[in-house]
């Protein structure tokens, strides 16, 4: 196993992460972030799917595999897809086939108590996971819908609950999505496995965005408010592809500096 020490929280230093979909991605990312995240949110990102309920293991087997080929310094992580982790019988069957296509580091499973069998069996047979809680994208048809968690003592003592139990089980880190600043802080110092938050305060040992938000690839979006926009790829892009639009258009481009002969 690569760098898996990252994930100890003896050895820890805040643990970084980032999606990559493509070769062309994985390769920025590779070696200057600790864990890269093949993630279903590609769905949505890059397939224009309203949720993530319809990606498939074909598609994460694409993807997981072109991205696996670059990455030799940072963790991989892939997720599980939508409805392929029901029972402990798929689940392995589905992990194996992703684990021997895309040889990532770690898989991340979406956790809720049911789901806390399957973790288990998983890890029975050595695979590493990553337990998802707080907001579970794939429960989601319309994202609109979803909702900060961990504001009351019940949500708060659920997903501690929920965490302990990962992690008795077996997970080697949490990530917790949309929750509050005060169950991150709860959950992650009553846990010795890292955890990793996307819109779940600076109190998580790492944190995780998508790739896209962090460039503000497609500016339509909606963005939520735990986005930081690190460039605006898309304004420099949109620039570039105008200037292109205009030399073709005046044939200044290609000039001979760009034509064999
Ligand atoms: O699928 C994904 O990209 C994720 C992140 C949002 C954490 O799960």
Redesign the pocket.
Known sequence: MKNIKILNKNFYKPISCL?AYSPSIANILDGNIDLI?V???LGSTLYGMKN?QGVTMDMMINHGAVVNKVIKKSLKVL?MPYKTYENKKDALKNAKILLNNCKPDLL?LEINKKKLEILKHLVSKKINIIS?IGVT?QNYKNFNKIKILGKTNIERNNLLKLAKESERLGAKAI?L?CITADTAKLITKNISIPTIG?GASKYCDGQ?L?FDDLINLSPNNKKPKFVKNYLNFNKIASYAVKKYNREVKLKKFPNLKFTYR
């Open positions: 999606t995240l993630g279903d949110s993530t997720d991340k998802h994208p990530l999505e996307i995780v998508v």
